[in-house]
């Protein structure tokens, strides 16, 4: 009965806790983030440590990861940096079974590391690699990670997982098939996960974030314009999450979407159909300059 109601719990115990000023409940757990070299994973690297958890970094580039751990450590905080490609499965295996024999199970996994492709279906007919690549590091790479770590959180009986997706899932934009689509099987995913590992206290977070001004966004033009979040707004609210495992985090623009999609879908697909006209592919996207 505890766990059917643990979100709001866990709410209450947070407001409760900043009023006291007590401790966050990820102090002392251990908390691999992936993609932490950058953008959000990075932010949410440096708040997660600062609340006092271990932050296991994951990323590609390893003096990338040296200087996020390093600025962490400065900081008083704690962190151990892993390379890794985790489009790579047996180096996601390996990666498993290094950090389960350094630091037994991790309490919290963050599944950020992540790629966007925006590019018009008619640019991408001889680019099936678009299809293929978003799904190796937004949907297959997670999953691998996830499974590898998951016995382990069971057997303790805690784990949490949050997994940075997007809007997309929600509003379902144009030009984004091959990443909206590769977010989704990983939110689907998840949801399934959850019912499944629901009974030994192992709990999934989707979060559905909008536009987050990072190195990711940067190709493209369209988004120059465009109100975003800073890395540290997303970060506090991937740590959030964190210490009180909502099942969703959605905002308001991606709700609107997802309720105009069921309630009027053909009205939606003209809607984004005419407004879509006003932002045209990027110089990247069109073969201009290299993805
Ligand atoms: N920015 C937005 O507007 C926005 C909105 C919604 C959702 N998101 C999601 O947020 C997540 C973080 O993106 P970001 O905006 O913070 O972009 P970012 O600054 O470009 O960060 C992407 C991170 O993923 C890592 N990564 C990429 N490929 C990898 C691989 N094969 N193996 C290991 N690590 C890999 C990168 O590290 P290395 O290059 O060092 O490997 C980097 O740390 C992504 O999943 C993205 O889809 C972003």
Not at 63 to 72: H, S, T, W
Not at 226 to 245: S, Y
């Amino acid at each position: 009965m505890g766990l059917l109601f643990q979100t709001p719990r866990a709410r209450v115990q947070r407001v409760v806790r900043r009023l006291r000023g007590g401790p966050s409940p990820l102090a002392g757990r251990t908390v691999m983030i992936t993609g932490a070299s950058s953008g959000i994973g990075e932010a949410t690297a440096h708040a997660v440590a600062r609340v006092g958890g271990h932050v296991l970094l994951v990323a590609r580039r390893a003096d990338e990861l040296a200087r996020v751990r390093d600025a962490i450590e400065a900081d008083g905080g704690r962190a151990s940096a892993y390379t890794c490609d985790l489009t790579d499965l047996e180096a996601v295996d390996a990666l498993v079974e290094r950090v389960l024999a350094e630091h037994g199970a991790v309490d919290h996994l963050v599944n950020n590391a992540g790629r966007s492709i925006r590019r018009s279906l008619h640019l991408s007919h001889d680019r099936f690699h678009d299809f293929e690549r978003s799904m190796a590091i937004n949907y297959f790479a997670p999953v691998r990670l996830t499974m590898g770590l998951l016995p382990a959180m069971r057997a303790q009986r805690f784990g949490h997982v949050v997994n940075i997706v997007t809007w997309g899932v929600q509003i379902k934009a144009p030009k984004f098939a091959a990443y909206i689509a590769s977010k989704t099987a990983l939110d689907s995913w998840s949801r399934v996960a959850s019912r499944e590992a629901y009974g030994d206290n192992v709990t999934f977070t989707n979060m559905r974030f909008a536009l987050v001004r990072t190195p990711m966004v940067a190709p493209t033009e369209a988004y120059a314009r465009m109100p975003a979040a800073t890395p540290e707004q997303a970060g506090a609210r991937v740590l959030r999450a964190l210490e009180d495992r909502p099942v969703t985090v959605n905002g308001w623009p991606g709700r609107i979407g997802e309720w105009a999609n069921l309630l009027a879908p053909r009205l939606s697909d003209a809607l984004f159909w005419r407004s879509d006209r006003a932002f045209p592919d990027s110089a990247a996207a069109r073969g201009d300059r290299p993805t």
